[in-house]
């Protein structure tokens, strides 16, 4: 399983079971990954409407909880989340919010509740999710469940879905 992979389809989960808007998911090959903060790359992307301010305002712990769940569902399968791996995701939501930068003590006041507490009942979600999001790495990779590989090669790419092809693959919420 892919932690790319993993990542987008968790926050694909998050952003349905939470009613957010987004277009498409993808999962890029090495050439196609953008530079982006501290010269960090974007391997993959929840692609979402723009103004992002126009959703992210309106719903700011759901979509706090939507751009967290790629790190939070790292950690709950593998014990660890890649490096860097998910800060253009906060840096969006802040841009969303109309922050500059990133301040635990304006987020926790927009969240109305800890950081901590967001990201323990986002794990519990996707914990139960689960088989969804791997359901979408299933559908996106064409990997087969249970075939075997445990690596993918990002030379076999790009990867995308849209919106409709992500519900279908995911499946109600368990």
């Known amino acids: 399983m892919s932690h790319t992979f993993l990542h987008e389809a968790a926050h694909a989960v998050l952003a349905i079971d939470r009613e957010l808007p987004f277009i498409r998911i993808s999962v890029g090959t090495p050439e196609y990954f953008e530079p982006t903060h501290a010269g960090r790359e974007v391997a993959g992307g929840l692609h979402v409407p723009q103004p992002v301010s126009t959703w992210i305002q309106e719903n700011p712990l759901a979509s706090y909880e939507m751009m967290i769940a790629g790190k939070v ?52 979600h996707l914990v139960a999710q689960y088989p969804r ?14 075939s075997g590989h445990t690596t993918l090669s990002y030379d076999e790419g790009p990867w995308s879905m849209e919106r409709d092809e992500v519900l279908a693959a995911a499946g109600p919420q368990l």
């Open 73 to 124: 569902c790292e950690d709950a399968a593998f014990g660890h989340h890649l490096d860097g791996s998910w800060h253009g995701d906060l840096a969006l939501w802040c841009i969303g919010m109309g922050l500059s930068e990133y301040s635990q003590d304006l987020v926790e006041e927009a969240l109305g509740q800890s950081i901590l507490d967001v990201e323990a009942g986002v794990r519990g």
């Open 133 to 146: 999001a791997k359901a979408i790495v299933v559908a996106m990779s064409g990997i087969a469940d249970g």
